[in-house]
């Protein structure tokens, strides 16, 4: 008898504890955070290039020079790195020998950017043209988890032609990027609107 009436003590508490239990809310994930980026203000100084073009860029950016190949005459690579954001602006400048030179650079620079239409989710152009300075281009945006998603080439169709890439030193995930991309396309675009020719100094 003794044990039986311990079964019929048991037996219900465990019921309730069950029945506790499903009462419970589902857990419900929460969204993936990410760390607090610090902008700086947006602040720039001039640059004058020995291959020639003069733009302005962030003070908090570094101009790296890239050491010229044998054979390739007549152009320039350089960087213009940000570490704040871990990112880097590539760049290449070419004297222009003829029309043709020209068409096949503009051709080139498009390719370059529809090269990641694969994994991009939209592309943008937005065309600029300053007459007074003599340069006109077009800038490349692109959405989605792209290598590359600023892009943009500026010239004066007859003697130079500077092309530029975006880079980040990570994996491309949009959402983590968002903002870093916003701050440093506002430098990009500054980049292009301050940008001259001179025909001053050897191409290295």
Sequence with gaps: MLAMSKHRIILPAVVLLLAMSGCEEPPVPKPRGYHRIEFPAFEYASYAHPCGPVFDVPVYSKIERIQKPEGTEGACWFNCAIPRFSAKLHCTFKELS????????????????F???????????????????????????LSGPVASPLQFFAT????????????????????????SLAHVEQDIIHLIESLAWTNTGELQ
């Design 115 to 141: 090269s990641h239409e694969i994994k991009a989710t939209g592309i943008r152009t937005q065309e600029f043209n300053f007459p007074e300075k003599h340069v006109s281009g077009v800038l490349y945006t």
């Design 156 to 179: 004066d169709s007859t003697n130079h032609f500077l092309r530029g890439s975006l880079y980040f030193d990570h994996s491309p995930n949009p959402d983590s990027l968002k903002p």
């Design 98 to 113: 003829d029309r043709n030179q020209f068409v096949s650079l503009v051709e080139d620079a498009h390719q370059m950017v």
